[in-house]
């Protein structure tokens, strides 16, 4: 029998259940290297975990795992966990280095870079194995290509973290580092490329769009889409500017110049999807989810299992098992059967518009501090709950006396809605068609807003970056933006709109980042409502929340542990943050 390396163990014991579906969390067996590359079927198993991957860890935005918005301006932190130490600026390299980075106990730091490493080294395992196994050549050829674009996806999010990055394309033995020792990072610009050249290889073996048995797996759709995510980082001012964050930066952590053609790679990457793939993806603007097409119910219903059709604006998915250890975290607090790890702020909550276009705090906007979803934008609704709001069948009463009395871990007045299926009750259970929820990984809308960004900063706001918006605008019953904007007031329309549209979804984090604002927006104190008033109509008060957050320039990369820097000397840590000697 053949040598197996423990890797490899870590690789196969976890398989799917077929029952469950081709996403669902995988059972365990022991199983030898043999006898999972023996047959196709049998490596789709490994596949198959490659693809679980993707949704533990830190890459999801809805399940038990703690949003990467209650880390920003977005959100705080509910009860205590790590988005505390990013509001505080007291997150180090070493943060609970013991701990998985699916852990809520720790930061998004912990192991992130090992255990990110961890998967590529299994998609390589994978990669060698694969033609061993006996079956449909045709299949083996897309199972390849799926398992390149899952390596490109994992080093994307790596690169968007750390800045230049190893590149490895073949296994190593788990227990033997010494084939990373002394390897160097590659530079920003060749981590970027790398990773966009395995996904234009992947995409020439996958087919457009999935089945409806395949829901999940990987499209040349999807792979353009993480290209465009990728592209649309690496040119924005963070990477892509004649003038780096610090004296530090080197290639490996930028650019070393500016190039405005970064942004039309960007943009090319999404016109693959606008243009080449109009027949699969676009917005939705029906009632397939039994809503009318612009009302807040359209837009919220899209995050929610029980509604949820494949439909034009999914470009890449996974379905998200439900029991009640995942479904209470983001409720009210724990005297509404949930945790409320996450609590929206009033930062985000005013730039949503009033249905007229303008802001709640512009003159003459008719916004009324005490109905504060009265005549608002539908995506507000549908994604914060606010004193008065219909959260559940008795609505929403996170004032002292009301439903939410205990408060243990409300902080701002409001709890998150989006994903948030008001069927949930902890008294009754979990109903069986609740018990799935949807992470919309890529949705068509993100491809919308990355395209107007692109052109926008290429050639200014041209006819397509005002129709890109205002075709988004328009899903959810908003009205067109003002005409004659300059591309300064442009880029900030677009920042707007992908705060409100995205929100909760995972991207403030990394926008405020790679816009470069981040000693703008995530310093100071954040606000909420007055959670002690007696009643809904003294409710309405604004209020300091928390304490004041510290960002400094350092926290724009991630740092490297000190763990990853003994064990390869080669490795130098990010800019700003501590030196570690291994002479």
Excluded at 7 to 16: C, G, M
Excluded at 33 to 39: I, S, Y
Excluded at 347 to 370: I, R, T, V
Excluded at 453 to 474: C, H, L, Q, W
């Amino acid at each position: 029998m053949k040598k197996i390396y423990s890797l490899l163990l870590i690789l196969v014991l976890p398989l799917l259940s077929a029952c469950e579906g081709y996403l669902d969390k995988p059972d365990s067996d022991d199983v030898t290297v043999d006898k999972a590359f023996e047959t196709v079927k049998s490596a789709r198993k490994v596949l198959n975990n490659l693809y679980y991957e993707v949704r533990t860890a830190a890459y999801n935005v809805n399940t038990r795992k703690i949003p990467y918005a209650q880390a920003c301006d977005d959100g705080l932190p509910g009860s205590g966990l790590w988005g505390d130490k990013f509001h505080s600026g007291s997150w180090t390299p070493d943060d609970d280095p013991n701990m998985g980075d699916d852990n809520q106990g720790g930061s998004p730091t912990c192991s992130f870079w090992n255990n990110t490493y961890k998967r590529v080294r299994k998609a390589n395992l994978f990669l060698e194995n694969l033609y061993r196994a006996k079956g449909d050549e045709s299949e083996k050829t897309r199972m390849y290509a799926e398992a390149r674009f899952l390596r490109a996806f994992y080093y994307s999010e790596l690169v968007r973290r750390f800045g230049g990055i190893i590149i490895l394309d073949h296994s190593i033995d788990a227990n033997d580092y010494s084939a990373l020792t002394n390897q160097p990072r590659e530079t920003f610009e060749n981590s970027v490329e790398w990773v966009c050249n395995e996904l234009t290889e992947a995409a020439r073996d996958l087919p457009p769009v999935c089945s409806a048995s395949d829901v999940g797996r990987a499209t040349d759709a999807a792979c353009y889409a993480v290209m465009a995510r990728l592209r649309i980082t690496a040119a924005s001012p963070l990477f892509n500017t004649d003038s780096p964050v610090l004296p530090d930066y080197n290639t490996t952590h930028y650019y070393g110049n500016y190039d405005k053609n970064r942004w039309k790679l960007a943009a090319d990457a999404c016109r693959f999807i606008m243009e080449q793939r109009s027949q699969y993806y676009g917005l939705d603007m029906t009632n397939e989810t039994g809503a009318d097409p612009d009302s807040w119910e359209n837009y919220y219903r899209r995050f929610l299992g029980r509604y949820f059709i494949v439909g034009k604006e999914s470009i890449w998915i996974s379905y998200e098992k439900k029991e009640w250890d995942y479904v209470k975290i983001p409720w009210l607090n724990r005297s509404a059967g949930g945790w409320n790890w996450v609590n929206p702020t009033y930062e985000l909550a005013k730039e949503y518009e009033m249905l007229n276009g303008k802001l709640p705090e512009e003159p003459e906007s008719g916004y009324d501090f005490n109905d504060p979803g009265k005549n608002r934008d539908p995506r507000f609704k549908a994604t914060i709950s606010y004193p008065g709001a219909q959260y559940d069948a008795y609505g929403f009463k996170p004032w002292q006396g009301g439903s939410a009395s205990h408060l243990q871990s409300q902080k701002t007045g409001m709890c998150l809605q989006k994903y948030i299926d008001p069927l949930f009750n902890d008294a009754l259970g979990l109903p069986r068609n609740l018990r799935k929820n949807i992470n919309h990984l890529f949705r068509y809308n993100e491809i919308l807003l990355i395209y107007a960004e692109a052109m926008n900063e290429f050639s200014g706001p041209t006819t397509d970056v005002y129709k890109a918006i205002n075709d988004i605008r328009a899903r959810v019953g908003m009205p067109d933006l003002p005409t004659g904007l300059n591309q300064d007031q442009m880029r900030e329309k677009i920042q707007h709109e992908r705060r409100v549209e995205l929100a909760f979804e995972d991207f403030r984090f990394f926008d405020v980042r790679r816009w470069r604002i981040g000693e703008k927006v995530l310093n100071g104190h954040l606000h909420g409502y007055d959670v002690t008033k007696g009643e809904k109509g003294g409710f309405y008060t604004l209020v300091t929340v928390g304490d004041p957050m510290v960002f400094e320039k350092k926290h724009y990369l991630y740092p490297l542990s000190t763990k990853e820097i003994l064990m390869n000397p080669a490795l130098e840590q990010n800019p700003g943050w501590p030196k570690l000697s291994t002479k």
